[in-house]
Nanobody, 121 residues
Framework: QVQLVESGGGLVQPGGSLRLSCAAS????????MGWYRQAPGKARELVAV???????NYADSVKGRFTISRDNAKNTVDLQMNSLKPEDTAVYYC???????????????WGQGTQVTVSS
């Protein structure tokens, strides 16, 4: 089994900051891309940021310059530093990863349970 567990969500005022963390555990041989998605009420889930094992990153235009994704390959973790938060960033944030569970076989795609981020005064 593989688990992705997020932490760090909460309520913050506009202009504030939050840091989300996600830890992968279980039967893991290698982790490829890791990323964060979000889903606001009534909207489709969307990509926020993704990082490859080598550290290459990609961000949604709406968060560029405000959010930073990082990972620790030794600890199987991925973080999302969110600064200058806006009310429109309010959503459930999900961790996502492509994980190979053994030396044999390809990677599977896994999701965390989600963590709520609310930006409001």
């Amino acid at each position: 089994q593989v688990q992705l567990v997020e932490s760090g969500g909460g309520l913050v005022q506009p202009g504030g900051s939050l840091r989300l963390s996600c830890a992968a555990s279980g039967s893991i041989f290698s982790i490829y891309a890791m990323g964060w998605y979000r889903q606001a009420p009534g909207k489709a889930r969307e990509l926020v940021a993704v990082i490859t094992r080598g550290g290459n990153t990609n961000y949604a235009d709406s968060v560029k310059g405000r959010f930073t994704i990082s990972r620790d390959n030794a600890k199987n973790t991925v973080d999302l530093q969110m600064n200058s938060l806006k009310p429109e960033d309010t959503a459930v944030y999900y961790c996502n990863a492509d994980i190979q569970r053994s030396r044999y076989g390809g990677p599977g795609n896994y999701w965390g349970q989600g963590t709520q981020v609310t930006v409001s005064s």
